[in-house]
Structure formats: C-alpha cells, structure tokens
C-alpha cells in the first residue's frame, strides 16, 4: 500500500473511531475518562518495562490478545464486557503510537483492533440491556396473567370477551364507550344470573367505568376491544 494510501485509510478510519468516542461522551452514560487514563497508564508501564519500540509492541499485543480471552469468559459467564472498551482504547493508543513513527500501516492495523474491539463491547451492551427488557416484559407478562387468573373477576371478563367478539358490527365500534354501552343490557344480564356465593358484586351501573379501569391493566381484555373498536 502505498504511503498516501495508507495515510487517507488511517485517517479515515481515525475519525470514524473518534466519532463513536464522540457519541459516548455526547451520550453521557458512559465515560471514557478513567479507561483513557487506565490505558495511558498501561502503555507508559510497558513502554519503561519493555526495551525498544518492537518488544514493546509484540508484548503488549500479546497481553491484550491474553486480556480479550479472559473477558469473554467474564462476558459470558458474569455479564461484564466493560473491558472491552479498555481493550479498544489500548489498541487506539498503539495506533496513534506508531503513526507517529511514520508507522502508517501498522497505524492502520492497530485501529481496525480498536474498531473491532469497540464493536465487541457495544454489541455485548446492546445485547444485555435486550436481555434485560426481554426479561421485564416477560415478568410483567407472568403477572399479568396471575392478576387476570387469580381475579375474582375474570367470569366477567371473560363474559365480556365473549360478547365483544358476538356482537362486534361489521365496521367495528368507533370508540369503547360506544362497545361497551352496546353490551350494556347483556351484561346487566349476567351479572344478575351470577351465583350469589361468587359473584363479583360489581355494580352495573359503573360498569364503563369499571371496564376502563381494567383495561389499563389487562391486556387479554385490551386485546379483545382492540379488534373490536376501530383505532383512532
């Protein structure tokens, strides 16, 4: 490769690092300052420890490469992927290193590492916070059914589900007061004919009101005025 050549890549992909770095700080979640200054730390360590430029080089690459292994057993096994970030840093400071040097094609490698080592550590992120509102809704879903199963109202509820997908009109209500009122008599009805020993004791003539309480809870019986009333 030639030397301006190599110069443009090194530069170009010198900017789309620093823009992501950018984004971060912009982002203000994570900070990249400790991680900055943990890296200059490293490399001025091994620089003093490691006489001349090439061991210095070959050790710490080694290091890191040893470094990345153990933090995928962290990521796996604990969730910690943070390190990855540190790695990408790390790499980024050999590149400027050796840039600097005229070294622009060793540059270019070194930042490509940083570049694959950052994608590491916001695709692991990206997939915990995922795994973690996976986690939310399926909890909140495990609740949702407890709440509808364990209500004392759900022979009601299911009644009302029935009706709803009866009675709907061809074209749908236009709006859940309008359902609901055209269930009215039905569901008067049913009330009055509930055993006496288990029977919701609900009063029938809240019953809009009632109904849109538990809509803002239960999604089964969401689910059935969606398909029943037309979205506005």
């Not at 979640?29 to 006489?51: A, N, P």
């Not at 050796?98 to 997939?127: H, L, P, T």
Request: with cysteine.
């Amino acid at each position: 490769m030639k030397v301006n050549d190599a110069s443009a890549l090194f530069n170009e992909l010198k900017d789309a690092y620093e823009l992501k770095l950018d984004e971060l700080k912009q982002d203000g979640e994570i900070s990249t300052k400790k991680y900055q200054e943990d890296v200059q730390r490293f490399c001025e360590m091994r620089e003093q420890e490691y006489d001349g430029l090439e061991y210095f080089l070959a050790e710490s690459t080694q290091l890191l490469k040893s470094e990345a292994a153990s933090v995928w057993v962290e990521a796996v096994l604990q969730g910690r992927f943070d390190k990855y970030l540190y790695i990408s840093l790390c790499y980024y400071h050999l590149a400027f290193l050796v840039s600097g040097r005229e070294r622009i094609s060793d540059g270019c490698k070194y930042i490509q590492d940083a570049m694959y080592f950052y994608g590491k550590w916001q695709g692991s992120r990206e997939n915990k916070e995922w795994a973690k509102d996976k986690e939310e809704k399926e909890e909140e879903r495990r609740e949702n059914i407890k709440e509808s199963m364990d209500d004392k109202y759900m022979p009601i509820k299911i009644e009302i589900i029935r009706i709803l997908h009866k009675k709907a009109p061809l074209k749908k209500w236009t709006s859940i007061p309008k359902a609901i009122a055209g269930n009215q008599r039905e569901l008067e009805l049913f009330l009055e004919n509930e055993p006496k020993d288990r029977g919701s004791n609900l009063d029938s003539s809240n019953l809009e009101r009632t109904i849109k309480g538990w809509l803002k809870k239960d999604r089964y019986l969401g689910f059935a005025f969606s398909e029943a009333v037309l979205k506005k």
